[in-house]
């Protein structure tokens, strides 16, 4: 019976945890803890809500205990992923290497370590993993993480093949994000265009596709354009510092030099250590006095 309750007790925190109620779920998987404390699940379940709530060292408890009744890779990669938000990144990817060895066809395993080697900026293993991973299972989500690895690495080319070959299976908006920056890369500016285009008819109010296609058409000469994109933006993000630096920049280009200098003063007021609104705003000093 109690252990039924448990149960019951478990499905209801996780309810509570993924509608954001972490409350009411640490409520719940206390609860069943009482009643059954060698639930692997419900140790998981406790250690990803001490993880959301960024007690680490509780979260890294519970995952530990979980392990200790159920080596499940799941709870592995839990425990690694706790252990990189903690700073701890060489035992955090020692813990995904021997999720690896373990379990081989492990997705979330070969998926955190090429994360993790793209963070370091190690972006041949990076790629190497994501081989591991698209060896497993080509979807196009995965495909386009290679992508990305291949525009840090500045092979162009070879991004642009695999995104166009991926546009035609997914209708992720970031596949056509992604060509849009490679194209503009590229100087391609009008396909850039097309493409940036194509993202944002999927989702209008997404600030980097919006953005890019501002800075596409700055590119482009297109003042215009890039300002009626930059002011939507600043419509809806009114203390974004990039996108005040980037308007800025393109008063400064047609010699509107007070507009600039506001702008730039208002973004360093967010951020005074923000390089290219510091740059701007002293060229612009230098050029009013």
């Known amino acids: 019976m109690e252990l039924s309750k448990a149960i019951e007790l478990n499905n209801q925190g996780a309810k509570s945890f993924l509608e954001g109620k972490l ?5 719940s998987f206390k609860d069943a803890f009482q009643l059954d404390p060698k639930n692997s699940s ?3 379940n406790m250690g990803l809500l001490y993880h959301q709530k960024k007690n680490f060292e509780t979260a890294l408890n519970y995952f530990k205990k979980a392990i200790k009744i159920e080596d499940k890779a799941s ?3 839990n425990e690694g992923n706790t252990l990189a938000m903690m ?3 060489e035992e955090a990817k020692q813990k995904y290497l021997d999720t690896t060895q373990k379990h081989p066809d492990s997705m979330g395993a070969w998926i955190s370590l090429a994360r993790l080697s793209t963070h370091q900026k190690d972006y041949d293993l990076a790629k190497n993993y994501w081989n591991k991973v698209i060896a497993i299972e080509a979807r196009p989500e995965y495909l386009l993480e290679y992508a990305k690895v291949l525009i840090l690495q500045n092979q162009l080319e070879d991004a642009l093949e695999i995104l166009y070959s991926v546009s035609e299976k997914s209708q992720n908006p970031e596949i ?3 060509i849009g920056r490679v194209e503009h890369l590229q100087k391609n500016y009008g396909i850039a265009e097309k493409a940036l285009k194509k993202a944002l008819a999927e989702v209008p109010d997404q600030l980097d596709f919006r953005h890019y296609l501002a800075i596409n058409y700055m590119a482009m000469s297109e003042i215009e354009q890039a300002l009626y994109h930059l002011d939507f933006l600043l419509k809806l993000y009114p203390d974004h510092k990039q996108i005040l630096t980037e308007k800025g920049v393109v008063m400064f280009s047609i010699n509107q030099l007070e507009m600039a200098a506001q702008l730039f003063e208002k973004a360093l007021k967010i951020d005074p250590s923000y390089q290219k609104a510091q740059h701007y705003s002293q060229l612009i000093k230098k050029q009013l006095n």
């Open 42 to 44: 419900l140790l998981n």
């Open 87 to 89: 700073g701890k990144v």
């Open 75 to 77: 709870y592995l990669i």
């Open 23 to 27: 409350n009411e779920a640490e409520k």
């Open 176 to 178: 056509w994000f992604q």
